[in-house]
């Protein structure tokens, strides 16, 4: 019963580090921008006629980042800035939205 117990024990130990040590070398490979198969490949005494070796690391590219949103004054929902429209320093989703809040009555006239 103990030798059941120790191989399993063993079992998950081993299973543990496989997953940290893949684990450490996907953050180093991406921390040098090296690719993953290919910077594998030239370290096993891969030839250089085969084209495995003339690879070079290549920069890795900059993370895409999200667009910013803008809150439409009108309605309130979130729309890319990209389809926004600014209209006297207010954004809004749609034109239709701002025609419609540039049409409202404003100060006195409001009540």
């Known amino acids: 019963m103990r030798q059941i117990f120790l191989l399993i024990l063993m079992f998950v130990i081993g299973q543990w580090l496989v997953k940290a040590l893949r684990r450490a070398e996907a953050q180093n490979a991406q921390r040098t921008g090296a690719a993953g198969a290919g910077g594998r490949a030239a370290g096993n005494g891969a030839t250089a006629?085969?084209?495995?070796?003339?690879?070079?690391?290549?920069?890795?590219?900059?993370?895409?980042?999200a667009e910013p949103m803008i809150r439409c004054v009108e309605c309130g929902v979130h729309a890319p800035a990209s389809d926004s429209v600014v209209v006297a320093g207010?954004?809004?989703?749609?034109?239709?939205?701002?025609?419609?809040?540039?049409?409202?009555?404003?100060?006195?006239?409001?009540r």
């Open 49 to 65: 006629g085969n084209g495995a070796g003339a690879q070079q690391a290549r920069p890795a590219k900059a993370p895409q980042l």
């Open 90 to 110: 207010e954004p809004f989703c749609c034109p239709a939205h701002a025609q419609r809040h540039a049409a409202r009555p404003t100060g006195r006239d409001a």
